[in-house]
């Protein structure tokens, strides 16, 4: 910002209430216009200010179209736009986008098809008093009452006089009752594509030469945005039919996008429909989805499981569970058991086409031969069967895994694929962190083709934060105290227990951390088998990296450890990832050692 943008975007803060929306240099629609500011209020309308740094003594001509002014650099004239200008061709760009959607048009009378809401734009001279602006006569070039001056935004300005200034730019005013949240929020996915995940016709179709130079150029996300909640339900939504794949990056929305749809089917189907399986690798992930599908009364509709308590419950179920694996270390018998799920179905002792729908959260985690037995348990007359796949986040090392396509074990999302790189979870500064840790695992390698895995770096939606907390001390006892200490202070700056997660490489780096929070007094719950985790307790959530796949916290804590030895290529890799699913836990701050 300049020294007058950044003071305009004070007073905005300071003289409007909590209700108006504020966006600042922002790219807006197709052609990626920025205006300086756009403000929006839900009774009041739109406004689009351009801004201007300059002296009265910049200024050596100006009229409605032009104005010539010395330049800041070479101090010879130049001509440039007239301000107000490029204030109406901004807000025609955010006109014309917001008036192609018809739940943003007057339905009938005089301003029929016209926006629901009045618009406006105007200019701000921040080095210029009103006195200077009469004086040098400018409202011949530009009408006073579009323009705000230096005098007229200084802090001791009242706020009804600082906004009437601004109301004062409306030409005209029409609409009756005031935008309602959800067209608050069409205004916001319409005019900012880089904070929407695209809808159906371009998610999974050919998408426009328009529409695929939007998400090209759509890069960044405002601090002030906030509406990925409304459109991940938007989406899950509009998904449709058959088998769907969405590989997203860490962050994305993926697990929200499968929260929203399995609600979405589960009120959609018809009475008697079989049940909407949730399948997960990760037990406290599968704990934590649901309780939240529980609290919206959908527990008897939507089943959420884990992986393995779903093969040995369908083995147990009908009786096959094999007797010669009773015995055995857990890993092994689990191996047994899906190994004798998979044939207890291709025998036809174990009916295919069981459930409405199913919906499979991190798919990374799973190896090839279980994607083909679970697209087997789908019903043929719904084949509904969605699929969210990160491959920078696959941390367990299986046979054959790496290399299959999607076709090659039942998948059929041809034209139906697509790829999510926003992280949205994440602030920029975390990020960053993350993609050190990840070292060279972030390189990004296209698919060969839709049907291949690609391997996605992610790209940061622009929310700031705070400094990532590197902690560089010589033990595990000692980098377990600070953390303590650190989290103590992040309660008394406001966070609740339960908002915060320390993430340990091993169990021996919990129970040091558990001991450390303990001499601390923090309350706080060692996750080290199914049933540990309790999403709803307010406590500090302990567990290993691994554990917390899926999960998120406004504050993480992430406790690594050194190797007790030289580790292959391969252990370096499965590392960084691991270290680099730990960091990307956290929406806020990040305390890393």
Known sequence: MTTGEKRLSERLEQKLEDDYLLWYDVPIGPKQTHP??????????????????????????????????????????????????QARHCAIQVINALQRDPQLQQPEGPHQGQLIFPWGYGVVFTRITRAQFEAAELGRAIPERLVICQDEMFEHVEPEAFQARLWAMFPHSFGKGAISLPQLDRVR???????????????????????????????????????????????????????????GVAGSGKTMILGYRAEHLAHTQGPGSKPILVLCYNEPLAVKLAAQLDAKGL?????????????????????????????????????????????????RHIPAGQYH???????????????????QMVDPTTNSLLLLYDDAQSIYRRSGKMGFSLKSVGIQASGRTTILKINYRNTRQIL???????????????????????????????????????????SLPERATKIAELLADQHAQGHAWGEMAVLCRDWDGMDICSRALARKGLPHRVRKKAGDFQPQDNT????????????????????TSEPKEKLSQEDLEMESKLAYVAATRSKNQLIHS
């Open 432 to 474: 960053q962190l993350a993609h050190r840790v990840a070292g060279s695992l972030l390189q990004p390698e296209d698919a060969q083709d839709e049907d291949s895995i690609p391997l996605l770096a992610p790209l940061g939606c622009g929310r700031e934060g705070p400094e990532p907390i590197v902690i560089d001390l010589p």
């Open 189 to 247: 996915w319409i005019l900012f594509p880089e904070v929407r995940v695209p809808q159906q016709h371009s998610l999974f179709d050919d998408a426009s030469a328009e529409a695929a130079a939007e998400n090209a150029a759509a890069e960044r996300l405002p601090d002030l945005m906030r509406v990925m909640d409304l459109q991940q339900e938007q989406l899950a939504r509009s998904l449709g039919d058959g088998h769907r794949v969405i590989h």
């Open 299 to 347: 527990g008897e509709r939507v089943q959420v499981r884990h992986f393995h308590k779903w093969v040995y419950a369908q083995l147990k179920a009908y009786q096959q569970l094999p007797a010669y694996a009773k015995d055995w270390d857990v890993g092994r018998k689990m191996e047994a058991y899906v190994h004798g799920l998979i044939a207890a179905v291709d025998k």
């Open 36 to 85: 300086d500011f756009v403000v929006l209020h839900p009774h009041r309308g739109a406004l689009i200010l351009e801004t201007k740094d300059w002296y009265i003594s910049t200024i050596r001509h100006a009229s409605r179209d032009t104005f010539e002014i010395l330049d800041a650099g070479s101090g010879q004239p130049k001509t440039v736009s007239n301000p107000l200008v």
């Open 540 to 559: 500090i959530q302990v567990m290993t990296m691994h554990a917390s796949k899926g999960l998120e916290w406004p504050v993480v804590a992430v406790l």
């Open 357 to 375: 729908a199913i919906l499979i959260d991190e798919g990374h985690d799973f190896a090839p031969e279980w994607l083909k037995l679970i697209t």
